[in-house]
Each structure stands twice: as C-alpha cells, then as structure tokens.
Nanobody, 121 residues
Framework: QVQLVESGGGLVQAGGSLRLSCKAS????????MGWYRQAPGKQRELVAT???????NYADSVKGRFTIARDNAKNTVYLQMSSLKPAGPAVYSC???????????????WGQGTQVTVSS
C-alpha cells in the first residue's frame, strides 16, 4: 500500500504565501517524478509544477516566478512554496507521484486526497 498525504492548505490573503507538503509512505521502492495539480470547482484539473528525481523542474506559466517546487528524497516528501498569491476561489491542490512499489512490476501513478487553498482579496 502506498499513500500520499498533503498538508498545509488553508485560507490566505492575496499577496501572501503558503507552503504545501505531501508525504508518500508505504511500500515504496523508488519515487520518480512528483508533482502538484490543482482543480477549482467546475474547472479541469491543471498542472501546477513537477519535479523529477533528477533534472529540471517544470511549472505552469501562471505560477512561474511565484511558486517553487522542491523535494526531500530522504523523507519521500514534495513541497510547494506559493508566494505572491493572487485572489482566487477555493481550489484543491493534489500531489502526485510516479513510483515503483516494493515487489511491484513497473511504475504507477499515485494521488493524494488533496488540500484546499483559498486566496482572499
């Protein structure tokens, strides 16, 4: 069993900052790419940022220069530092990880349950 659990969401004022965390746990052999997506009510889920086990990060144009994704491989944790937040209604931020589980063949994608972020004006 593999679980991804996010934390750090909440209500923040526009211009403020928030840091999300997502910890993967369970029978994990190796984690490849980790990332964050978000989905607002009535809208499609969209990519926010991804970070591979090695190599460069990737960001949505809408968050470049304001958000930073990082990971701590020793802790199987990915972070999303969000700064200069813009007013927005509630959105659920979900983390994802492409990983191989112990004893499994190949890699599989896993998702967390999500954490809600609201930016007030």
């Amino acid at each position: 069993q593999v679980q991804l659990v996010e934390s750090g969401g909440g209500l923040v004022q526009a211009g403020g900052s928030l840091r999300l965390s997502c910890k993967a746990s369970g029978r994990i052999f190796s984690i490849y790419t980790m990332g964050w997506y978000r989905q607002a009510p009535g809208k499609q889920r969209e990519l926010v940022a991804t970070i591979p086990s090695g190599g460069s990060t990737n960001y949505a144009d809408s968050v470049k220069g304001r958000f930073t994704i990082a990971r701590d491989n020793a802790k199987n944790t990915v972070y999303l530092q969000m700064s200069s937040l813009k007013p927005a209604g509630p959105a659920v931020y979900s983390c994802t990880a492409l990983l191989s589980a112990t004893g499994a063949v190949g890699a599989q994608g896993y998702w967390g349950q999500g954490t809600q972020v609201t930016v007030s004006s």
